[in-house]
Each structure stands twice: as structure tokens, then as C-alpha cells.
């Protein structure tokens, strides 16, 4: 990914979180949402499938999941939240349909970079739930070992996020 296209999306994220006075994790992803106008839905689907968002109207609609854990959800709804702010152009009047994400699921596809939107989604979402501020105001000036389990799951729960999320956006910010 070009870094001023990175650094647009992580703009994006910033001030979404800026202009809903968001100072400190966890992120209330769900309110968020919301005041962008967004119709939430949470319904039991596959369990390959996280979610999904539909633009037809002036009301956009994501349906989320609701057999996956929390932390999860909440990382599918900042996932397509990314979608309806960097590709809305893109995903308009079509189902936009996302079975696994390539942050926490690694396969040919996301180590080859080619699924660009997930990419920058994922990205997005990340920086959202776990912004690099709030990252760096947690962690201090405290020494961090990213392969100390507990370390990381108290971390995680503090920004309601997935240990290996928070470990892989540990591992991209400061490693």
C-alpha cells in the first residue's frame, strides 16, 4: 500500500474518532456507526461469514454476525465501516460480503496484498479500535513483550478487541 493512501485511511479513522469526541479505548464502535446514519443488523449467519454492507439509500446497512464473539463483531463493524468510508463509490447497490478478514486470517490472497479494499478495511478497522494514540498512552514508557500472553489479553480487553488482533497491531505499529 502507497504511504499516503495509508496515511489517508488512517486520517479517515482519526477523525471519525475526533469528531465523536472519542478520547480513550474502548472505542463505542456501535454509537459510531449509528450517528453515521447506518442501519446495524445482527443476525445468526455462516460461521465463515462476518458481515456484510449494502448501500442502495441514503441509508446504508451492516449486518453483522451475531453467533461471533464480541470482540469480533465489533472488529466486523469498524471493518465495514472502513468500506462505507474509503470504497463506497466501489460497493454501491451491491452486497459487499466479507467471510474472512486477511488481518487475522492469512491466506495467498492477503500475503500477496491483491484484495486491496479488505486490506485497507482492515487497516481502517485497527486504527479505529486501536488507535496509535490511545496504543501509546496504554503501553506508557513501560517496556512491552509482545509474546507475553497475559500482557497482550489485558490489553486486548481494555480496547474490547481480540488478542490476536491486538497482537498483530502491536506487531505493525511497533515492531
Known sequence: MRPS????????????????????????????????????????????LSGIIYINTDRPIIGVNALH?????RFTIAHECGHLILHKA????????????PM??????????VDKM?????????????????????????SFDIDDESAVSTLANSFKVSSSAMRFRLGNLFV
Request: aromatic share 4%; glycine share 4%.
Open 104 to 113: 487475522l486470517m492469512r491466506n495467498s490472497v492477503s500475503a500477496a496484498g
Open 5 to 48: 493512501r495509508r496515511c489517508t485511511i488512517v486520517s479517515h479513522a482519526q477523525e471519525l474518532l475526533q469528531s465523536n469526541k472519542v478520547t480513550e479505548p474502548p472505542v463505542p464502535v456501535v454509537r459510531i456507526i449509528k450517528k453515521l446514519g447506518v442501519r446495524l443488523l445482527f443476525s445468526p449467519l455462516d460461521s465463515e
Open 69 to 73: 464473539h464480541p470482540n469480533r463483531r
Open 118 to 142: 479488505e486490506i485497507e478495511a482492515n487497516l481502517f478497522a485497527a486504527e479505529l479500535l486501536m488507535p496509535e494514540l490511545f496504543l501509546t498512552k496504554a503501553l506508557g514508557s513501560e
Open 90 to 101: 466501489q460497493i454501491t447497490k451491491e452486497v459487499h460480503i466479507d467471510k474472512a478478514f
